[in-house]
């Protein structure tokens, strides 16, 4: 089983027994929502351009520190996608930093506006890559599945009460029932 096809199952199989133990209607991690393939987003200033042709893997909200430095605000809101799908035009630059989770995450951004557009993590890298949903040509498709990193969320973060919450990362496999 290859990394991808892995947590493409991780994040479906957690999504749909969080939701079944709710006894709300399981959101399909499989069903890309509003955000059809292909879609495609760009930054402020148009420097830099991607298109993506398959469906999201995962659409989350992360509250951890560096996402709100990243983000400017209460949390980054970012499609989970494989990297095999994306083609971007112009030269993001990154910026690396020793994540909470202590992994190095690597966030990419326009050098002319500034405006941020991808995340990644040393230990995806290549393969799982984080679009920043307001980049998106059409961001009113974006329906977040979870929020994560609970432990670092601002009393000012307005949250969906309706999808599951994590305190860091989400396990990669159902918890026991
Ligand atoms: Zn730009
Ligand atoms: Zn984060």
Redesign the pocket.
Known sequence: MTTESALRGAVAELVSARASQRGRGAPDALDSRGVKPPFSGRCACGAIRYTVGSAPLAMVN???R??QYASGGA??SSLVVHCSAVTVDGEPRWYETR?ASGML?RRGFCPTCGSPLF?DSETSRGIILAIKAASLDAPEGFEPMID??MRSAVPWACTNPAIPKFDTNPPMRPPPR
């Open positions: 992360c509250h951890c560096d996402c949390h980054s994540a995450a995340a994560m990193w």
